[in-house]
């Protein structure tokens, strides 16, 4: 049998990276490490421990009562020492879960939060990247209203924190769907594909597929679940969902608990914009009660989203209410850098030497958190990628700062 060899890369295209991966360059790079700083301070004001999941684990474990979508969505390959299939996360809530559940093994309520890279095999939308910088935080042991408020308040906190206006935040919840499948007698009939499907032409408010798929059930079906792409908008959603969707007691005790968050909502956030979305099940399947999107000016998307999955742990031995959100810090650089620019930090130009005082100088400044950028001899009038508004200057035998 003939040994294949591979092709030769053609130097034109060496530097060519795959499709929606992308090399992070220094403007943005600060400003995600910037953005990165302020969610974790943020997050451990409210006592958020951070956690640091690695890149890779065994499949099974986190794919794990998560769905079909997250299968699709995760780069797999063969363990060289084990010879068992890996995965590349592409979402560390799982993860987390897992740690919560067998490593800390706590009983009283438990507060983690994390940030790193997930690998996706296609993208969430057409400019999205595959390779995004996740940021979360979780809380696990408490199954009221509480968790989720907190998790909410947090969220709404950190996007007030880097300076995203424009606050409109969504919820919608799981069990709506549901009930009205309940209420009708098709829960029981649903296969995992199907539900994938149903799940999927919700979120997209594709009311032809939703017909199509709902048409051995009935007309009552198609109707219930047509009518839940139309619910949106205000406090009089929660009045409409009550009169179209059939009776239920995951629907009344959704809508209820709909009613309150947006309540309590309003009530800490006079500036933020609380609506519904009972049909934006966007996202993985492991949520199961209320969900939460967080949007902002200047960016189409929702800029987090999050929720309650109560379901996850229980593959790693141990349920526990868990209520989180994430996001992706790439898209909130790239949405600080279209509002506010690109603009230099500014920094303290210094000549290169050994003079000692000189040094000393510099070390001191760069202590008390100033950025010294020293001048290379030959470079003196090359652009920086700082904007020098000042220089260490010698003044009667003694360096100081003063500005240019």
């Known amino acids: 049998m003939p040994v294949l060899t591979p092709l030769p890369i053609p130097m034109s295209s060496a530097w060519l990276l795959p499709e929606h991966i992308a090399d992070v360059l220094p403007a943005q790079a600060r400003r995600v490490e910037e953005l990165r700083r302020v969610w974790l301070d943020v997050a451990r004001g409210y006592g958020y421990e951070l956690v640091m999941p690695p ?45 919560d559940a067998h490593l800390l093994n706590r009983v009283s309520v438990t507060r983690l939060c994390y940030c790193g890279p997930v ?18 935080a979780e809380i696990y042991g408490h199954a009221g209203l509480e968790a989720d408020l907190e998790v909410q308040e947090l969220a709404l906190e950190g996007l007030k924190a880097i300076g995203v206006s424009g606050l409109v935040l969504d919820l919608s919840d799981v069990r709506l769907v549901q009930g009205v499948l309940n209420g009708l007698g098709v829960e029981a009939q649903l296969t995992a594909s199907q539900r994938d499907q149903l799940l999927g032409a919700l979120a997209a ?9 709902a048409q051995p059930w009935g007309d009552a079906a198609a109707k219930s679940l047509v009518a839940l792409t139309r619910l949106y908008g205000g406090d009089e959603v929660l009045a409409q969902a009550r009169s179209v969707l059939p009776a239920d007691s995951l629907v009344d005790a959704a809508l209820n608990d709909l009613a309150q968050l947006a309540q309590r909502l309003r009530a800490a956030f006079p500036d933020v914009s609380v609506g519904f979305d009972l049909s ?28 309650r999955y ?18 992706d810090l790439k898209i909130l650089a790239e949405l600080m850098l279209g509002q506010q620019g690109a603009a230099p930090r500014s920094a303290v130009r210094a000549p290169w030497g050994e003079d000692i005082a000189l040094r000393q100088a510099v070390r001191q400044l760069r202590q008390q958190g100033q950025t010294v950028v020293c001048v290379l001899p030959g470079h003196e009038h090359e652009v920086q990628e ?19």
């Not at 890149?55 to 699709?72: I, N, Q």
């Not at 095999?121 to 940021?135: G, V, Y």
């Not at 408010?205 to 798929?213: E, M, V, Y």
């Not at 200057?393 to 100081?400: H, K, M, P, S, Y």
């Open 119 to 136: 690998l996706h095999t296609r993208p969430d939308s057409p400019h999205a990247s595959r390779e995004p910088l996740q940021f979360g």
């Open 55 to 99: 890149l890779l684990e065994h499949l099974e474990s986190l794919l794990s009562g998560t769905g079909h979508e997250l299968d699709l969505k995760t780069f797999k390959l063969v363990d060289q020492l084990s010879g068992r299939t890996l995965g590349v996360r592409a979402d560390a809530t799982p993860q987390v879960a897992r740690i």
């Open 386 to 404: 700082f904007d020098c508004d000042r220089e260490l200057a010698l003044v009667d035998g003694q360096w100081v700062v003063r500005p240019l």
């Open 280 to 307: 934006d099940l966007r996202g993985y399947a492991y949520y199961s009660g209320a969900r939460f999107a967080v949007y902002g000016a200047g960016h189409a998307d929702a800029l987090l989203r999050g929720g």
């Open 310 to 327: 109560d379901e996850v742990g229980a593959v790693f031995g141990r349920r526990r209410p868990a209520v989180g959100f994430s996001l």
């Open 205 to 213: 408010k594709d009311a032809g597929t939703l017909r199509d798929l």
